[in-house]
């Protein structure tokens, strides 16, 4: 089945310790993006990136750091989580082709608390 | 900066009707503007893509149409069921880069 894969789904920690969260996909996709989902201020684009090796900023990206070494991972880094952060997080990716763009398929979630 | 408003925050329609929901896009030339589908708790789920050539797109009981004058889009839900009930977004694109949805419309078709 054609995924995006985040884990965990619930996670709840303390402020300043660190965590990743992963992200997979299993479509080849070249594009893949992360969001925090916070009510009344919508979906808001963290970091995206557009193929291997390439990652750059979205609209909210200070206290966060991703990677890209392959093509099917795309891990979401909190180096100090703080209680601002608490938010529920989402994955997506797409495929990209030139001139053209394709509809993202999004991850079920991460729901991040800190306190 | 780029600004992204749906008509409303809710929007209530008796079953069987049409539920027409509005996106409306400043400060932005998308060459896309995609919808999307998103019940609680749950990640957004792609509906529609419609390019900025095409003036309007049809998928089963939706239909989606794009005026890039007006800066606007349509989202059409034609015989609506209470199962259509969720939140809509919508999301203008210009492959990948800025790539903002709007705050959504949640939509209630009541039986």
């Known amino acids: 089945e054609a995924q995006v894969t985040q884990n965990p789904r619930y996670l709840i920690t303390v402020t300043g310790k660190k965590l990743t969260v992963t992200c997979s996909q299993n479509?080849?996709?070249?594009?893949m993006s992360w969001y925090r989902q916070d009510p009344g201020l919508g979906l808001r684009q963290i970091y995206y990136s557009m193929n291997v090796e390439v990652t750059d900023k979205g609209d909210v990206p200070e206290g966060y750091k991703v990677s890209r070494k392959e093509k099917r991972n795309f891990p979401l880094i909190l180096e100090s989580p703080s209680p601002n952060q608490t938010s529920l997080y989402f994955c997506?990716?797409?495929?990209?082709?030139?001139?053209?763009?394709?509809?993202?398929?999004f991850g079920s979630g991460t729901r991040l608390t800190v306190v | 900066s780029q600004k992204i408003e749906q008509n409303s925050e809710a929007l209530n329609i008796q079953e069987g009707k049409t539920a027409t929901l509005t996106c409306n896009y400043t400060n932005y030339s998308p060459a896309y503007l995609q919808w999307y589908r998103q019940d609680p708790g749950r990640g957004p789920v792609f509906l529609l893509l419609?390019?900025?050539?095409?003036k309007e797109k049809r998928k089963e009981r939706l239909k989606v149409t794009f005026d890039t004058t007006l800066k606007q889009s349509l989202f059409h839900i034609t015989a609506s069921q209470p199962a259509d009930s969720a939140t809509y977004l919508c999301a203008p694109d210009n492959y990948g880069q800025n790539f903002v949805f709007g705050p959504g419309t949640r939509l209630s078709v009541l039986p």
């Open positions: 419609i390019r900025e050539n095409e």
């Open positions: 479509m080849n996709h070249e594009y």
């Open positions: 997506a990716s797409s495929r990209r082709g030139t001139g053209d763009a394709y509809g993202y398929t």
